[in-house]
């Protein structure tokens, strides 16, 4: 059985608590510096302070991921590209997949193009990491005489609905992700 163990509070503070290199896995959905009210706190640092609260938190989950450990990091279009170079540039971090979550509703404009994506940065801490393969394959869409039966390799666009307000699943979070997503 794998233990699973969920921790809620402050990033830099509940990692500063764990052990070095002894995290398998990190999926890591920060707020995106959007101004966006989450109750207890309001998205909206300046774009200097948003960058050092990102490497502080992501040096933190550097730190504690193991060897052959991942982290995939959830982020609006603003500060893909800043975390990005965190990353790799600073924490030298391998990067493997820019993963981009397609859903099919989102804020709506009146302007401008109305946002249906979100990306997800892959990266591991050494090139040699753990890939669970078997355990996400996807159906084949078509048979062919060479298809794996067991499925293929998703893509790196991964299309999953947001979790409606309606849903009897919705937990009170502004930015919920499907279980599915995760």
């Given at each position: 059985m ?13 990692m500063q608590?764990?052990?070095s290199?002894?995290?398998d896995?990190i999926?890591?959905?920060p707020?995106y510096n959007?101004g ?5 706190n309001?998205?909206?640092k300046?774009f ?5 609260f990102?490497?502080e938190?992501l ?6 991921l193991k060897p ?5 990091v959830?982020m ?7 975390l990005y170079d965190?990353?790799?540039?600073d924490l ?6 820019w ?6 509703q989102g ?7 109305s ?5 997800i940065?892959?990266f591991?801490k050494s ?18 005489q060479?298809?794996?039966?067991r499925?293929a390799?998703?893509?790196d666009?991964w299309?999953?609905?947001h979790v ?18 995760i």
């Amino acid at each position: 059985m794998t233990d699973l163990k969920l921790i809620a509070g402050d990033a830099v503070q509940q990692m500063q608590d764990i052990r070095s290199e002894s995290v398998d896995l990190i999926i890591a959905d920060p707020p995106y510096n959007l101004g966006k009210n989450y109750q207890n706190n309001i998205d909206k640092k300046t774009f200097d302070e948003y960058l050092v609260f990102s490497k502080e938190w992501l040096t933190e989950a550097s730190r504690v991921l193991k060897p052959h450990g991942t982290i995939y990091v959830f982020m609006g279009f603003r500060f893909i590209s800043y975390l990005y170079d965190i990353l790799e540039r600073d924490l030298k971090l391998h990067f493997h997949a820019w993963i981009v979550w397609h859903y099919t509703q989102g804020m709506g404009k009146t302007k401008g193009f109305s946002p249906r994506h979100d990306d997800i940065l892959m990266f591991t801490k050494s090139s040699s990491f753990t890939f669970n393969l078997d355990d996400i394959r996807v159906p084949q869409k078509y048979y062919r005489q060479r298809n794996n039966m067991r499925g293929a390799n998703p893509g790196d666009v991964w299309e999953f609905s947001h979790v409606h307000y309606s849903n009897p699943n919705r937990q009170d979070h502004p930015t919920q992700k499907p279980e599915g997503l995760i």
